[in-house]
């Protein structure tokens, strides 16, 4: 009888007093002392409610039932399903919504209810699986940038294929300190596309050597991101890039040149498909037969043999502590011993090119480094 009276109360009443209505209901409901038949009346008034037509009485139902953990699961489900305000305050902060519901919401939700899910507190692996998969972008980019979301591999790997074209979405997965190195290069590559059709770079540059500078831009940051791999992260890297077809003879000899000498060896051991055991072993006898059958192995021009072999040497000296020889001088010293030896003529002209750029870089590089440090 009293659903009732209600009821007829609420064909009547304006807008703004069934807003208060569902206030007080859902007040009494969430932090009252209603026990049986007083709250099943309090429950059944807010179920009529949800039919309310305007969306400011069910938003003001919506605002206190968010906060509450005792309420029943049929007004919470409806009001996570209903126009884009309403579900956004359920699925943003209730606090009822177990796992499975906010799975289940946030594939068959709508955008605003999946944005807001993705806002949350926590997003647990399986819940931030699905706004991988199904998201909007909006949804996506604010996943990204929670960092109380637990993103796994495969959701990495989801929002990349989908949105590694966002600007917005792929700067907030670079942001994450959890982002695995195979999808931070992926990414990567993204940005070098990216820049290769850039109108200011190809106005600047033409459509060719925009292309170059962009390729070049990529391997460098390949290089920089190795660098920062453990020793367990770098088999499964390079496996990564050989795999990707990311493994070039210039990367080679960007890797050797800046003495990242792990990297390397983790490449020609995936090219070769030797143990990085036996790998580092012929690498680490410098110039020799075993090193040039190495490198033909790896389907690469044998004059790199006498580059690499050089190279390595060079940084054996810098590593046993030789203070004479500086790392930004170590392209520039390769150079040098090569033609000195004779064995420039044998080396590709593009690596020797390479070498020339990557002395510019190092040198560049070292005075900037100097100059931070005096600053």
Known sequence: MIVQRFAKWAREANTRERAEAATMLAEALVHGEARGADRDTIVASLTLLLDDPAPSVRLAMAKVLSAGRNVPRSLVSALAAD???????????SMFLSTEDLVDLAAVGSAAARRAIAGRPVVSLPVAAVIAELGEPEAALAL????????????FDHLVDRFAGDGRVREALLGRGDLPPVIRHRLMLAVRDTLAGSGLLVNLFGAKRAGVVAFAAA???????AEALSSRQMPNFGEYLRGSGAVTPSLLVRVVATGNIELFITLLASLSGRSERRVAGIVG???SPALRALVIECGLDEGLACLFGEAVSLWRTIARGDKALRPAAVPSLILGRLSATGASGRIPHEASMLLRRLAGEAERDAVREAAAVAA
């Not at 391997?219 to 991101?225: D, I, K, M, P, S």
Request: aromatic share 0%; charged share 20%; proline share 3%.
């Open 83 to 93: 126009v884009a305000p309403v579900a956004t305050e359920i699925a943003g902060r």
């Open 219 to 225: 391997e460098r940051g390949t290089n920089v991101l």
């Open 144 to 155: 990204c940038c929670n960092d109380g979301a637990a993103i796994g591999d495969t959701s």
């Open 285 to 287: 006898g410098g110039k």
